[in-house]
Structures are given as structure tokens and as C-alpha cells.
């Protein structure tokens, strides 16, 4: 599987992104989509979760009411769109997929990575 994340950009607090993530390769195992973040200086973070089959959504709470995360299948890509973004929003962002019947969003359960795209708030 092939990720690869598009989208990132400077942008000024309060504004708006939305980041894509083209899936392919051998996708039809997986289950579970999700963005990470990593800031300079600071431990990742799991942004979002989706699982690609129901549709269910998991937020991580600095993000929930801004950012939502979705999916086209027929595309094979990944979205999150982000509003009402804050300077703490800044960091690389990173596609993640995974196979399991769980995915908890943690770094563990999820085997493919994107190389990541920088979103700058200021």
C-alpha cells in the first residue's frame, strides 16, 4: 500500500485546510484510515480515525468540532478537512492505514505511512 498526502500549506488562525490522502497498492485488506500529527519538539498525535467499511469515527479531543475526517472509497482516498485551525494545529501530518478488525488510533495499529504533509498555522 501507497500513501500519499496532500494539501498541507501556511495558513492563519481561524482558516480552514483540507488535506487528501491517495491510497494505492494492495488496499483491499485494509480496514482502518487515520491522520497522525507530529509538531517539532512534541510526541505524535492520533488526529482521526475512520474505519473504511461503516463509515465510524473516532476524534481526538484537541480537534473535535474542527476537524472531520472522511473518506471516498472509489477513489481510494482519505480526507480531513480542518477548520477554525490554531497555531497548536501546526505540525506534520501524517496518513496512516491498517488492517486490523480494531484500530485504536495509536502509531501500533496501523502498518502503512504516508510520507506527511507540513501544516503551518500562524
Known amino acids: 500500500v501507497q500513501l500519499v498526502e496532500s494539501g498541507g500549506g501556511s495558513v492563519q488562525a481561524g482558516g480552514s485546510l483540507r488535506l487528501s490522502c491517495a491510497a494505492s497498492g494492495y488496499t483491499y485488506n485494509r480496514n482502518c484510515m487515520a491522520w497522525f500529527r507530529q509538531a517539532p519538539g512534541k510526541e505524535g498525535e492520533g488526529v482521526a480515525r475512520?474505519?473504511?467499511?461503516?463509515?465510524?469515527?473516532y476524534y481526538a479531543d484537541s480537534v473535535k468540532g474542527r476537524f472531520t475526517i472522511s473518506k471516498d472509497n472509489a477513489k481510494n482516498t482519505l480526507y480531513l478537512q480542518m477548520n477554525t485551525l490554531e497555531p497548536e494545529d501546526t505540525a506534520m501530518y501524517y496518513c496512516?492505514?491498517?488492517?486490523?478488525?480494531?484500530?485504536?488510533?495509536?502509531?501500533?495499529?496501523?502498518?502503512?505511512w504516508g510520507q506527511g504533509t507540513q501544516v503551518t498555522v500562524s
Open positions: 496512516a492505514a491498517g488492517f486490523l478488525s480494531v484500530c485504536r488510533l495509536t502509531t501500533a495499529d496501523f502498518a502503512y
Open positions: 475512520i474505519y473504511t467499511g461503516s463509515g465510524n469515527t
